[in-house]
């Protein structure tokens, strides 16, 4: 049965899986320590932590196996136009990619957005150049900098102290400013707009910042 998150920032639904536990790209390749997103990942904070929640994420990690998954979610899409994959986790496997991947081409009339670190491994390569090759799919690759790095691909994101660091090559997330929300904002799902900035936020992402001894964002709470 599938089970889809309603992320009260986000104009629609999603499918999630538990963070960190199923992030390899978390992990810094050469000092195999935490990279300073994740160290500050909301998604292992507040509501994120309740049995219920982890109980849905948990699921899903074991419901994408099943023959019917990609029947079941693209039926649940049949209404929908705008859809993401993990407000929590990511892609662990290529299995799991190549199943959301059939998702995305037969769902033509829906528009997918999918942030990612698994860039980092070769073995993803095949499978999200061909999601990015459809029309209706965003897969985002996510920066492991928090003071605005840039890395490469058609589509990033990357992580600012403050909305003022922005430069011309980046497209800020407003939603600080709209109450956490998306609103009518799209950028996310637009292949137009090539690198997105978030402006950092939360009492995790406080913390890294104090203990690397930079300066805390002014929005951070």
Not at 53 to 80: F, P, T, Y
Not at 103 to 132: A, D, E, G, L, N
Not at 148 to 159: L, N, P, Q, R
Not at 204 to 212: A, G, L, Q, S, T
Request: one cysteine or more; aromatic letters at 10%; charged letters at 25%.
């Amino acid at each position: 049965m599938l089970k889809l998150s309603n992320a009260g920032k986000m104009p629609c639904k999603s499918w999630s899986l538990q963070a960190r536990t199923t992030c390899p790209g978390s992990i810094d390749l050469k000092t195999k320590e935490l990279v300073d997103p994740c160290k500050g990942c909301y998604a292992t904070d507040g509501n994120y932590n309740f049995k219920n929640v982890k109980a849905i994420r948990d699921h899903n990690k074991q419901d994408w196996k099943r023959d019917a998954w990609v029947d079941d979610m693209v039926a649940e899409l049949d209404n929908s136009r705008y859809f993401r994959w993990f407000d929590s986790g990511d892609v662990y496997c290529v299995g799991l990619a190549q199943k959301i991947f059939q998702v995305m081409q037969r769902t033509p009339w829906c528009k997918h957005w999918m942030p990612t670190r698994s860039h980092k491994f070769k073995k993803y390569s095949f499978i999200f150049k061909k999601m990015q090759a459809l029309p209706n799919v965003v897969v985002r690759y996510s920066s492991d900098s928090i003071t605005g790095g840039i890395i490469k691909g058609k589509t990033t994101s990357t992580i600012v102290q403050h909305p003022e660091d922005i430069t011309s090559r980046m497209t800020l997330c407003e939603a600080y400013d709209r109450g956490g929300k998306c609103d009518t904002c799209r950028a996310c799902w637009d292949k137009s707009v090539s690198v997105i900035a978030y402006p950092s936020h939360g009492r995790r992402m406080k913390k890294v910042y104090k203990d690397k001894n930079l300066i805390p964002a002014r929005n951070v709470a």
